[in-house]
């Protein structure tokens, strides 16, 4: 499992940092997140789900039926879209509004 970072994509908030349980994330010298040791990554997701500008890509191996997909979240106000990108470019978006996260 591994994540990848789209540096233009990255308005610097710092939130995937603060996310990261392993303190895997920095800043670079521009104030854009990277990850140095992306072998360290288990695949937590945390910080996925704190990037609301969907700099943050998920790779959505075969084992989880992915087949090479990648998942990123984009958020506005409550509602988060996440974004499953097939390796063919076709992406997949599926809304959830955030106060009814408890409801299932
Ligand atoms: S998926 Fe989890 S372990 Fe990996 S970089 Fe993101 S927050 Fe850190
Ligand atoms: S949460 Fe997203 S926008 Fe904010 S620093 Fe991390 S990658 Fe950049």
Redesign the pocket.
């Known amino acids: 499992m591994s994540?990848r970072i789209t540096q233009n994509n990255c308005v610097g908030c710092g939130r995937?940092i603060e996310?990261?349980?392993?303190n895997?994330?920095k800043k670079d010298a521009q104030g854009k997140a990277v990850?140095k040791h992306i072998s360290d990554?288990?695949?937590?997701?945390?910080?996925?789900k704190e990037c609301k500008t969907g700099a943050i890509s998920f790779y959505l191996g075969a084992d989880m039926g992915g087949a090479g997909s990648t998942l990123s979240v984009k958020s506005k106000g409550d509602i988060r879209e996440w974004c499953v990108t097939s390796p063919d470019g076709s992406v997949q978006v599926i809304e959830v509004n955030k106060k009814d996260a408890n409801k299932y």
Do not use: K, V
Not at 41 to 48: K, N
């Open positions: 994540i995937c996310a990261c349980p392993g895997l994330i990850i990554c288990w695949g937590c997701t945390s910080c996925l």
